[in-house]
């Protein structure tokens, strides 16, 4: 299983692409997908994240994207 990080900086119409950071997820065809569930899982709990988008690929590939907020802390002196 790979993981990928990513920032929405991408320039859209909208401008809520800036506030979340994102996290790819691979799982080859052979892997198993208790694992990745797992791993799913532990993400959501511990991380804060949330699961976007889910996408099975003809090979038998599948790629998880999830998101989330980010904290932007502004100086207070």
């Known amino acids: 299983m790979r993981e990928q990080f990513g920032t929405g900086t991408s320039q859209r119409e909208r401008d809520h692409a800036r506030d979340y950071e994102y996290l790819v997820l691979t799982l080859a065809k052979g892997e198993s997908v208790k ?40 100086a207070t002196v």
């Open 35 to 74: 694992e990745a569930r797992r791993a799913l899982a532990e993400h959501a709990e511990y991380g804060k994240w949330d699961l976007v988008r889910t996408r099975l690929y003809i090979g038998g590939g599948r790629k998880y994207w999830l998101r989330r907020k980010v904290l932007r802390v502004e």
